[in-house]
């Protein structure tokens, strides 16, 4: 990628030349990002919209998609890729001022789907050496990601983080009481209280979204109740 002359930036190929005039930040809130761009081809310029973002969030911008869509990036997730979504559509001309005030919520709508970019991260070789080390010296081990929660289950499986398989917090039930569901969504238990979330976790590896975290943290059992979960995705330290 380079810089043109008056600071925005410019990608090119052999046929091609993308030179992007307004950028829509990615966050860890939004889990998307999009760029308003100009496109130069060999059969035309085109002003467009690029979109790339996590496939749960970016399916509810797609104008339309194809019927496995979830069926596909899931099966990727489930066994560790990380996977994107990418969408696009074309933008009617505008000027330098237009192109300026154009909103996210605008650009970020009836966006087209052009496919998935699956990428296969593979544990470094000391990893779960390091991670057996910690355990057998009595230090309790979590995971905190941003990936997608059946990816980051996939890892824990192979690290050992839980006491047997991957199960979820899909929603609340009341105070302190959570819905736990399978890797494919069917549902496994509710618990009421930290005593039965720590029972839950003595036979399965406890996993729980950002979304769902931001609500627990709400019960007047957070702490216990956090105490006991193993895989936190979706989600950052802070």
């Known amino acids: 990628m380079k810089q043109a002359a008056d600071g925005s930036r410019v990608s090119s190929g052999s046929n091609f030349q993308i030179t992007q005039v307004k950028k829509y930040m990615f966050n860890s809130a939004l889990k998307r990002m999009s760029v308003l761009a100009q496109v130069n081809e060999s059969s035309g310029s085109n002003l467009m919209v690029l979109a790339k973002g996590a496939p749960e969030i970016l399916k509810k911008y797609l ?115 959570l819905v736990w569901k399978d890797i494919d969504d069917k549902f496994v238990k509710q618990t009421s209280s930290a005593k039965e979330v720590a029972e839950l976790a003595m036979s399965n590896m406890l996993c729980i979204n950002g979304d769902i975290l931001e609500k627990v943290i709400l019960f007047s059992q957070a702490a216990p109740i956090i105490r006991h979960i193993d895989i936190f995705s979706r989600t950052s330290p802070a």
């Open 63 to 177: 104008k339309e998609f194809p019927n496995d869509y979830e069926e596909t990036y899931l099966k990727y997730t489930k066994n560790g890729a990380r996977v994107l979504a990418m969408a696009y559509k074309m933008v009617r001309k505008m000027s330098k001022e237009q192109q300026l005030a154009y909103t996210r919520e605008e650009a970020e709508s009836e966006l087209i789907f052009c496919g998935f970019i699956v990428a296969e991260c593979p544990l470094k070789p000391d990893t779960k050496d390091l991670i057996s080390e910690l355990q057998e010296a009595s230090h309790e081990t979590k995971m905190i990601t941003g990936d997608n929660a059946l990816t980051a289950a996939f890892i824990g499986q192979q690290l050992s983080f839980g006491r047997g398989k991957s199960i979820f917090a899909s929603d609340i039930a009341g105070q302190n009481g």
